[in-house]
């Protein structure tokens, strides 16, 4: 059974830093084509924040790009997400996700960035 648990959210001031972990459980972070972080913030939409595939090739949304950095320890089974320099419109749940043939999802963690 595959498992991912985020951990790492909390309340931060603008301007301070998180980070978040994805531990996954039940098969490797390299099996997955792509592993990635989704957020979303009180009436919208889920949107991605940043990803990496299986060979390494990241991707970031433009709100975060500079800011926040998407990165994985094998060893650890554990996929980070670096987030620096944060805003308040950076608060959302954010959801760790795995693809493989179907979509895997956390159960999310909160992040408030407080102004």
């Known amino acids: 059974q595959v498992q991912l648990v985020e951990s790492g959210g909390g309340l931060v001031q603008a301007g301070g830093s998180l980070r978040l972990s994805c531990a996954a459980s039940g098969r490797s972070i390299f099996s997955f084509n792509v592993m990635g972080w989704y957020r979303q913030a009180p009436g919208k939409q889920r949107e991605l924040v940043a990803d990496?595939?299986?060979?390494?090739?990241?991707n970031y949304a433009d709100s975060v790009r500079g800011r926040f950095t998407i990165s994985r320890d094998g060893a650890k089974n554990t996929v980070f997400l670096q987030m620096n320099s944060l805003k308040p419109e950076d608060t959302a749940v954010y959801y760790c996700?795995?693809?493989?043939?179907?979509?895997?999802w956390g159960q999310g963690t909160q992040v408030t960035v407080s102004s």
């Open positions: 996700n795995g693809f493989k043939l179907r979509d895997y």
């Open positions: 990496i595939t299986s060979g390494g090739s990241t």
